[in-house]
């Protein structure tokens, strides 16, 4: 993934004060990684104008064509790999926009309710009227994607958009429930992730994530080889270097940066970083200084 795409969004998470963006994902040539593993609280619609490519969803892979919609569930750990060349876009929010101050009970609000604590999902979109009525209104979707969403006029247009989606999504019954047995491995990984996210900095290993999450070594290679695509040494340098992207951005030096997101060998960090970007760490910044 484009690095200067994937700290944009991450700074417009953080900032945003209306839980929704969304994003194009540029071409950036066949068969190559197009979004690394990872998950969020939030609702995602993945629509794919013109490429095709594979979705990693959890343990589950997809084929994407052309067209195609997937919705990936708050929770679900998900990657993309693209198979030719054209553009992906990606729909994020926190399904709790769309629920409303009603009294009583509220068929919606269950619904959107279960869809954040992953008791139910939505299916892929089918070839046919479903697929047909969603594409104008992802389209619209993402054309507010291009900047922070304001509270007022604009957040109130978003979400008329997307309780359009939502009455789509009843009118042709794509929830489903999910059962416990999909959510048992999740829970470990997940939690696993968060680990690695909160203690990036700290020596963290596979044997520490096996004691934290109370389950054996084996079985911790097995969940990051089934839900990650990687192993659990390789997911966690790949945390640091993520984080050392915004230490460098920040002004830190390359030993500063290294050291900070807990790789205090410097040549080693180099190593990696030229493995995941294609440069050292003193070219990337110059690539960014030359964009801004």
Request: with cysteine; hydrophobic share 40%.
């Amino acid at each position: 993934m484009n690095l200067n795409i994937s700290l944009e969004i991450e700074n417009r998470r953080e900032k945003s004060e209306f839980p929704f963006f969304a994003y194009w994902m540029p071409d950036y040539g066949e068969n190559t990684p197009l979004v690394p593993p990872h998950w969020h609280r939030e609702m995602e619609i993945l629509w794919s104008e013109d490429t095709a490519g594979i979705l990693y969803i959890n343990d589950r892979s997809y084929e994407i064509k052309p067209g195609d919609v997937f919705f990936i569930n708050p929770g679900c750990i998900h990657r993309t790999f693209r198979k030719t060349h054209g553009f992906m876009s990606h729909v994020v929010f926190d399904p709790s926009i769309l629920i409303t101050g009603s009294s009583g009970r509220n068929p919606v609000n269950q619904i959107l309710a279960d869809l954040a604590r992953e008791r139910v999902g939505l299916l892929e979109a089918p070839e046919g009227e479903f697929l047909e009525a969603l594409r104008p209104l992802l389209r619209d979707l993402v054309t507010h994607g291009e900047h922070t969403v304001e509270i007022g006029a604009e957040s109130c247009r978003v979400t008329a958009i997307l309780f359009s989606v939502l009455a789509e999504c009843f009118r042709f019954e794509a929830f489903r429930r999910e059962g416990d047995e999909n959510l048992y491995g999740l829970r470990y990984i997940t939690q696993m992730m968060e680990m690695i996210r909160d203690r990036f900095a700290e020596p963290i290993n596979a044997e520490s994530l096996a004691a934290s999450a109370g389950i054996s070594q084996t079985y911790v290679y097995k969940l990051f080889r089934d839900y990650v695509g990687s192993s659990p040494v390789n997911y966690i340098n790949a945390v640091r270097l993520r984080e050392s992207y915004r230490l460098l951005e920040d002004g830190h030096n390359v030993t500063e940066a290294a050291v900070s997101c807990g790789i205090p060998n410097t040549s080693y960090y180099i190593k990696l970083f030229k493995e995941a970007t294609g440069m050292t760490p003193y070219q990337w910044l110059r690539t960014r200084k030359e964009h801004l």
